[in-house]
């Protein structure tokens, strides 16, 4: 007859083999191109969410993804830095921006440097964005 002790031992070594064999790790980073076109889709539904928040009388669009990095955690997290230039459209009334022309001198010209965090659940096909912050640069 095998004593208590002995059982919870066998039975505590099984289940934590068992969850160490199982357990899927919480983040799984890659480093996507910053032109493929998931991330310039993630990319264009943050600078939506920007404009929408923005007081400027022009919409911006983004003209460049500078790098990117993405990470699962429930669903696919993008961690994006991008470049947002004013356009001549008027900010809320253009549907979409691609066709928009950029000022080309200052003062109107102006490119913001954005950090932005989005969430994407494939499956429910539901976007989020989690973190945004822009600054003006010169670039």
């Not at 470049?83 to 253009?94: I, K, M, Q």
């Not at 950029?102 to 913001?112: D, G, Y």
């Amino acid at each position: 007859m095998t004593s208590p002790a002995i059982l919870f031992s066998i039975l505590l070594c099984v289940c934590t083999c068992a969850v160490s064999v199982f357990a899927a790790p919480s983040e799984v980073v890659s480093l996507p191109r910053p032109n493929a076109e998931r991330v310039q889709e993630m990319a264009v539904y943050a600078a939506v969410y920007y404009n929408l928040r923005s007081t400027d009388q022009f919409a911006f669009k983004v003209t460049k993804v500078l790098d990117v990095q993405t990470t699962i955690n429930g669903g696919v997290v993008y961690s994006m830095d991008v470049l947002l230039s004013r356009t001549h459209c008027p900010n809320g009334r253009t549907p979409n921006l691609e066709s928009c022309a950029l000022f080309s001198s200052p003062p109107e010209a102006q490119t913001l440097r954005c950090h932005f965090v989005v969430l994407s659940e494939p499956l429910d096909d539901q976007k989020s964005l989690l973190d945004s912050s822009c600054t003006v640069t010169s670039q």
